[in-house]
């Protein structure tokens, strides 16, 4: 019904200007609950699904290069064997009822793991508090994908001790930066919104070097919920080592399928030059086209909160595009009540020699 539709795409628009300020009062959040790092603890496991576990992907990509501290996101129920008290476990579900986030938060707590626990409300919140485990609370009444800025924020606030300096000016510049952004991305015919219709029904296919990774997987997932279409992230040089081989035996009449998308980061030197041209000229020799989508950003924290920003209108622009309400995600909410109501009963199959 248009009336719906217009309300979704407008919500969803709303929250997505809304992303730099999300992210500031996040990290204040973080930072305010002065989670102190226990003694001898040098890992850390978050766990999460979904809208929930981006923000791990994103903060890691800061972490491995600017951090001692190891951090492993972790998408399911069971946790590595590795995870014991010397492993911060941190679960973060924004409803803070995802069976797999509870299951993993429980695991942690049985193997002695210090823990940390983020969601706006539900079941997490409550053991949390039960268990006298540190609880952030993420304002309600989003949907989880919108509300990365809460939950990146959150998470780089709780980690800002880890890191050399506070990220506190960094976050607001880039912040900044965002707000000031945020009307060309949005336009109706603005960048976005042109890359829109160059992809038209074709599958987005995604790719990066590995600084942009977590970004090409958000910029994947925001396009299937938003857009409810199918799209592929992937990652140079490692698909040079296997999807090569699928895009040389592509045939002609299949090219129209495709559109890949290359995402440019400041850091991508020669070497990755050298091998985005090399599948470059092996797509154009098949006629599959590509878009370049260059982030020309000296500061990691800036470049990913750019690129996050300009992905989450490109969902949108698509969504536009095909007439879709970016808002429902009935089939995740159909595959939880099927599923979970049974997954709460089960219990996940621990990590160990089988
Ligand atoms: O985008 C979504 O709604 C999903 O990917 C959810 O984030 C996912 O199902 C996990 O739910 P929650 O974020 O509430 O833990």
Redesign the pocket.
């Known amino acids: 019904m248009p009336a719906t539709r217009t309300t979704g795409t407008e919500q969803l628009s709303e929250w997505t200007r809304a992303f730099p300020s999300h992210l500031r009062s996040g990290f204040a959040a973080g930072r305010a609950l002065e989670f102190r790092w226990p003694r001898g603890v040098d890992r850390s496991v978050v766990v999460?699904?979904?809208?929930?576990a981006i923000g791990a992907d994103l903060l890691r990509s800061l972490t491995d290069a600017e951090t001692e501290l190891l951090l492993r996101p972790v998408r399911e129920a069971s946790l590595p064997r590795w995870v014991g008290p010397s492993t911060l476990a941190v679960a973060v579900?924004?409803?803070g009822?995802?069976w797999e986030?509870l299951s993993a938060f429980d695991e942690a707590g049985r193997r002695g793991a210090p823990r940390l626990a983020v969601s706006s409300g539900g079941r997490l919140e409550e053991r949390a508090h039960l268990e006298g485990v540190p609880h952030l609370s993420v304002p309600p009444g989003l949907?989880?994908?919108a509300a990365l800025g809460y939950l990146l924020g959150g998470l780089l606030g709780l980690f800002d001790p880890a890191f050399p300096a506070s990220n506190r000016d960094r976050l607001d510049r880039a912040s900044k930066v965002l707000v000031a952004h945020a009307e060309e991305l949005s336009a109706q015919d603005g960048p976005p919104a042109r890359l829109a219709a160059r992809i038209g029904n074709r599958l987005p296919w995604i790719c990066c070097s590995r600084d942009l990774a977590p970004v090409a997987r958000r910029w994947s997932t925001q396009i299937e919920?938003n857009a409810k279409r199918l799209a592929h992230w992937d990652v140079l040089p490692e698909s040079l080592h296997n999807a090569i081989v699928g895009w040389d035996a592509l045939q002609r009449r299949e090219a129209s399928r495709y559109i890949l998308i290359r995402l440019e980061g400041f850091t991508d030197d020669g070497i990755a030059h050298e091998r985005f041209e090399y599948l470059g000229s092996l797509l154009a020799r098949k006629k599959v086209p590509v878009a370049t989508v260059r982030f020309d950003v000296i500061d990691r924290l800036e470049r990913t909160l750019s690129a996050v920003q300009w992905g989450d209108y490109l969902s949108l622009a698509l969504a536009r595009r095909s007439g879709v309400d970016p808002l429902p995600?009935d089939a995740?909410q159909r595959m939880?009540r099927q599923l979970e109501a049974g997954g709460a009963r089960r219990k996940p199959v621990r990590s160990g020699r089988r």
């Open positions: 999460g699904m979904g809208g929930s579900s924004y409803s009822e995802t986030t949907p989880p994908r919920e995600i995740i939880k």
